[in-house]
């Protein structure tokens, strides 16, 4: 998951950072919605974390303009803001979520999890795709009931393949969600990388589309 962070309190944006990435989510910060509008409109996201008080507008007008222009990104607002007529603002914004300073952590992460995971059209916590599992809350792989051990980078490639499933994902799209953009690598890096992650999952469970990408799989068929 890779996320944009617009917030512009700069400790508290560099402690999230710190928290979500060691969770394994990749986190690009900016402190201004004008660089916030052009990042979401040049780059690729998962999810947007949104302050509404930034130095150069309210966060709600930066939103409101987005989805006006079709941009349809999950948003969690992030606020010191608690009334509710502060929330309606951001919900009538167009914001996906709303949570208020102070705040834990964890349920920050919980609610990136779940918006995303929705926002590819899954309900329940866990992705199941054939006998192999993937747990959106803890990160958890099984296969076949069995733990699978991975790196962080595998679970980043093996998450967004399964939220994707069973679409094929393009070298590219891989490259856009899984790395931030001051690393995104060349196709043979990923190629590396996702035949680890086969050789931990089974040969069966990745397809490779020549021309297209990969696939993930439920692991039927031949080996």
Known sequence: MKVLLVEDDRALAEALKEALGDAGVLVECTARGGEADFLVRTETYDAIILDLGLPDGDGTRWLA????????????????????????????????????????????????????????????????????????????VTLVGRPVGLTAQESRLLAYLAHAAPRVVSRAELAEHVYDRDHEPDSNVIDVQVSRLRRKLGARHIETHRGQGYRLTGGGGEP
Do not use: C, M, N
């Open 65 to 140: 303009q987005w989805r006006d222009d079709a941009i349809d990104l999950p948003v969690l607002v992030l606020t010191a803001r608690s009334r509710w007529a502060d929330k309606a603002a951001g919900f009538s914004a167009g914001a996906d979520d709303y949570v208020t300073k102070p705040f834990e952590t964890a349920e920050v992460l919980f609610r990136l999890r779940a918006l995303v995971r929705r926002s590819h059209g899954h309900a329940h916590p866990v992705l199941r795709i054939g006998d192999l599992a993937f747990d959106t809350h803890t990160g958890s």
